[in-house]
């Protein structure tokens, strides 16, 4: 079956670190890979995603590459602030016919420190 | 912007007790979601609605669990006799049409079973 596997947390960054998470993922077919955050006290929001190899998806700074050889979406920031301190989920969606349910990483808690 | 909203934000119930999570999606959108987070693990599919019926479901989502979708916005979670193992937060989701795979979480409800 389709798993996610992203680097264990918690992750402490001064702030205008660089920043990047890792995920891997092992799934049949193509799936389209997305990272969703969320903010204390709030609910997942979608950051960024791809849908093919070698697609970049990219939003607020945060940039990720699928990239099918390595089976991994890592995430990026070239300088993060305070503001970025969340919990990072990597997920991927069913390829093919289906609900496209996700499946998701355990999630990694980021704390950027002034 | 349309968001996902859910209610209530906290449950607090005896096990054995019959609770509903409900849900309002983002209008126009045909697939729903149930997805859940036990604390400290994974975000879990629960399962997944579509044009009136369950399209997917997971293992979890056993004899106690139903859904439905009662009216043209909301969307609901029972679960009939709820156990200590359901306390988790419970997040619902909308997707809106075929071609679209992103999904558009709500804020989620945190239940707890003593």
């Known amino acids: 079956g389709n798993s996610v596997t992203q680097m264990e947390g918690p992750v402490t960054l001064s702030e205008e670190a660089f920043l990047t998470i890792n995920c891997t993922y092992t799934?049949?077919?193509?799936?389209?890979l997305f990272w969703y955050v969320q903010y204390p006290g709030e609910g997942l929001q979608l950051l960024l995603k791809a849908t093919k190899a070698d697609d970049k998806g990219s939003n607020k700074g945060f940039e990720a590459t699928y990239r099918k050889e390595t089976t991994s979406f890592h995430l990026e920031k070239g300088s993060v602030q305070v503001s970025d301190s969340a919990v990072y989920f990597c997920a991927l969606s069913g390829s093919g016919a289906g609900s496209y349910q996700l499946t998701f990483g355990k999630g990694t808690k980021l704390s950027v420190i002034p | 912007e349309p968001e996902v909203t859910q209610t209530p934000s906290h449950q607090v119930t005896q096990m054995g007790q019959e609770v509903i999570l409900r849900c309002v999606p983002i209008s126009n959108h045909l697939y729903f979601y149930w997805y859940r987070q036990i604390l400290g693990q994974k975000v879990e599919f629960l399962v997944s609605?579509?044009?009136?019926?369950?399209?997917?479901k997971s293992e979890i989502f056993d004899d106690q669990f139903s859904v439905e979708r009662p009216d043209g916005s909301n969307f609901t979670l029972k679960i009939r006799s709820t156990k200590l193992e359901d306390s988790a937060m419970y997040f619902c989701?909308?997707?809106?049409?075929?071609?679209?795979?992103?999904?558009?979480f709500g804020p989620g409800t945190r239940l707890l079973v003593l």
């Open positions: 799934a049949t077919g193509y799936p389209s």
């Open positions: 609605f579509y044009n009136n019926e369950i399209s997917e």
């Open positions: 989701a909308s997707r809106g049409d075929r071609r679209q795979e992103t999904q558009y």
